[in-house]
T-cell receptor, first 112, second 114 residues
Framework: TQLLEQSPQFLSIQEGENLTVYCNSSSVFSSLQWYRQEPGEGPVLLVTVVTGGEVKKLKRLTFQFGDARKDSSLHITAAQPGDTGLYLCAGVLETSGSRLTFGEGTQLTVNP | NAGVTQTPKFQVLKTGQSMTLQCAQDMNHNSMYWYRQDPGMGLRLIYYSASEGTTDKGEVPNGYNVSRLNKREFSLRLESAAPSQTSVYFC?????????????FGQGTRLTVV
């Protein structure tokens, strides 16, 4: 079983639409991160959240960490074709210290 | 300013052959990681090293071994390659211990086992 469950796995939308990607777990995390990966490249960090209930905004992207630090969401407003990519959540368990675990990823395609 | 360097970038092996994937980072990070990524999927943790001298199993360690040679280098060895190990392998490093610090990734090694 995957420690971090991401949904949806695939998402295809039209330019201008809004979308939300979810990352859920039954475990408590000391921090959760969102990465974006382009084809042929390694993932690149978008944001880190460490406090329960925390909300961070990065231009049209809004990230939220659940109050219990077991889940997170990524919301994109007015998606653009340049947002196309693989979005990955990753976390460090409160009990693990160094182990960085990734979710299965959400493949987003934004059509012009 | 190299960051995380992986070698080789591409490799084709025959079933049963062995090979070592090399990874080096120049950011003085204490923790290093090996992941595999299958097409359209997320990253699955193979092994990680919290600090020099320590290694721990991840989610999918079977068929792999690792060596943390020093603070900079973390290698992944396939002793007897199998077709199921065909994948893209990523090495990463980060500072661990406080907060959620960024993981930096290499460019990946594309391995095909025939």
């Amino acid at each position: 079983t995957q420690l971090l469950e991401q949904s949806p796995q695939f998402l295809s939308i039209q330019e201008g639409e809004n979308l939300t990607v979810y990352c859920n777990s039954s475990s408590v995390f000391s921090s959760l991160q969102w990465y974006r990966q382009e084809p042929g490249e390694g993932p690149v960090l978008l944001v880190t959240v460490v406090t329960g209930g925390e909300v961070k905004k990065l231009k049209r992207l809004t990230f939220q960490f659940g109050d219990a630090r077991k889940d997170s969401s990524l919301h994109i407003t007015a998606a653009q074709p340049g947002d196309t990519g693989l979005y990955l959540c990753a976390g460090v368990l409160e009990t693990s210290g160094s182990r960085l675990t990734f979710g299965e990823g959400t493949q987003l395609t934004v059509n012009p | 300013n190299a960051g995380v360097t992986q070698t080789p970038k591409f490799q084709v092996l025959k079933t049963g052959q062995s090979m070592t994937l090399q990874c080096a980072q120049d950011m003085n990070h204490n923790s290093m990681y090996w992941y595999r990524q299958d097409p359209g999927m997320g990253l699955r943790l193979i092994y990680y090293s919290a600090s020099e001298g320590t290694t721990d199993k991840g989610e999918v360690p079977n068929g792999y071994n690792v060596s943390r040679l020093n603070k900079r280098e973390f290698s992944l060895r396939l002793e007897s390659a199998a077709p199921s190990q065909t994948s893209v392998y990523f090495c990463a490093s980060r500072i661990s211990g406080t907060g959620g610090t960024e993981a930096f990734f290499g460019q990946g090694t594309r391995l095909t086992v025939v």
